[in-house]
């Protein structure tokens, strides 16, 4: 599973929030696209992801950004959607089908595909998507060149789904052990905790 995040990036997302509904001359008119594009930083993901949980019209427009053909914009985006989503899962359901979408497209960048996988990993996937996700993680994990986050957010996604398709088990089985000599620590860790629950 992910790694549990460290109270201190709880306290900050917290505190942006605070922020984002308390004096409005902090949050007062924030162009999301703007501030995606002006800074590229853990900080201001949070922040922007703050001011995107504060109404559905926010969220709308950072998902707006996430969903853009504009490489830059979307990859910075996707990083505010993620942190959004792991502070308020109900937020992206309307936006679920955006998502596995992104996991399917060949031109946008690899932190889009990254973060969508790793928020379909965290989230109860509406049954009418379920093909399209298995299919797309099973081709991430069966591609060498496929980056090794997207690989290992992938295995979680496909475990999670084995459980209401237990036939795909013998296939997530094998993939992990054709593949355990030519892929990287993080990938048979993963593979390890995934081969021992199945």
Same mark, same amino acid.
Request: glycine share 2%; hydrophobic share 40%; charged share 30%.
């Given at each position: @599973?992910?790694?549990? $995040? !460290?109270?201190?990036?709880?306290?900050?997302?917290?505190?942006?929030?605070?922020?984002?509904?308390? *004096?409005?001359?902090?949050? !007062?008119? @924030?162009?999301?696209?703007?501030?995606?594009?002006?800074?590229?930083?853990?900080?201001?993901?949070?922040?922007? =992801? =703050?001011?995107?949980?504060?109404?559905?019209?926010?969220?709308?427009?950072? @998902?707006?950004?996430? @969903?853009?053909?504009?490489?830059?914009?979307?990859?910075?985006?996707?990083?505010?959607?993620?942190?959004?989503?792991?502070?308020?899962? $109900?937020?992206?359901? *309307?936006?679920?089908?955006?998502?596995?979408?992104?996991?399917?497209?060949?031109?946008?960048? *690899? +932190?889009?595909?990254?973060? !969508?996988?790793?928020?379909?990993?965290?989230?109860?996937?509406? $049954?009418?998507?379920?093909?399209?996700?298995?299919? +797309?993680?099973?081709?991430?994990?069966?591609?060498?060149?496929? *980056?090794?986050?997207?690989?290992?957010?992938?295995?979680?996604?496909?475990?999670?789904?084995?459980?209401?398709?237990? $036939?795909?088990?013998?296939?997530?089985?094998?993939?992990?052990?054709?593949?355990?000599?030519?892929?990287? =620590?993080?990938?048979?860790?993963?593979?390890?905790?995934?081969?021992?629950?199945?």
């Amino acid at each position: @599973m992910l790694k549990k $995040e !460290s109270n201190k990036t709880r306290i900050n997302f917290n505190t942006e929030v605070q922020r984002s509904s308390g *004096p409005q001359e902090y949050y !007062s008119g @924030m162009d999301i696209k703007e501030e995606i594009l002006k800074e590229h930083s853990q900080k201001q993901a949070i922040r922007i =992801a =703050a001011y995107a949980c504060i109404s559905k019209k926010n969220f709308k427009e950072l @998902m707006r950004c996430f @969903m853009a053909n504009e490489y830059r914009l979307a990859q910075r985006a996707a990083w505010s959607v993620t942190w959004a989503t792991k502070n308020n899962p $109900e937020i992206i359901k *309307p936006y679920i089908k955006d998502l596995v979408i992104q996991i399917q497209r060949k031109d946008v960048h *690899p +932190a889009v595909v990254r973060n !969508s996988v790793r928020i379909l990993e965290q989230i109860d996937i509406p $049954e009418e998507f379920h093909g399209e996700v298995m299919n +797309a993680c099973f081709g991430f994990i069966e591609t060498p060149s496929t *980056p090794i986050a997207i690989k290992a957010f992938s295995l979680t996604t496909l475990f999670n789904l084995s459980k209401q398709y237990p $036939e795909i088990k013998p296939e997530l089985k094998l993939i992990i052990e054709e593949r355990w000599d030519t892929e990287t =620590a993080a990938f048979r860790s993963r593979g390890r905790k995934i081969l021992s629950a199945l």
